[in-house]
């Protein structure tokens, strides 16, 4: 991915700690905000302040239970009930 404004380069294909990947955005989001970079660049462009929130962090526990793939589901289903559905994406899990 790179960096819009620094033009650096940055490689998350061996990133530790990150079960999962997926972009959720709402229905009337634009095609670009399936790609990463895209998304990622636009942001930091969009906002101007110093002290500018850029994106949330959550740690949610997900039942042992489940299998990996039931847990993915699940935050899926999550993210598109409590995010996508009122106007914010999703992106990565660990």
Same mark, same amino acid.
């Given at each position: ?23 959720? @955005? ?9 790609? %990463?970079?895209? +998304?990622?660049?636009?942001?930091? &462009? *969009?906002?101007?302040?110093?002290? @500018? ?9 997900? %039942?042992?239970? +489940?299998?990996?793939?039931?847990? &993915? *589901? ?21």
């Amino acid at each position: 991915m790179v960096d819009g404004r620094t033009g650096q380069t940055y490689d998350y294909t061996r990133k530790g700690g990150v079960d999962g990947f997926a972009i959720l @955005a709402p229905e009337n989001a634009p095609e670009w905000v399936n790609d %990463p970079a895209l +998304l990622w660049n636009n942001v930091e &462009r *969009a906002e101007k302040r110093k002290d @500018a929130q850029l994106c949330r962090e959550m740690n949610i526990a997900l %039942p042992v239970e +489940l299998n990996h793939d039931q847990q &993915r *589901a699940l935050m899926i289903d999550y993210c598109r009930d409590e995010f996508t559905a009122k106007g914010t994406g999703c992106h990565r899990w660990r």
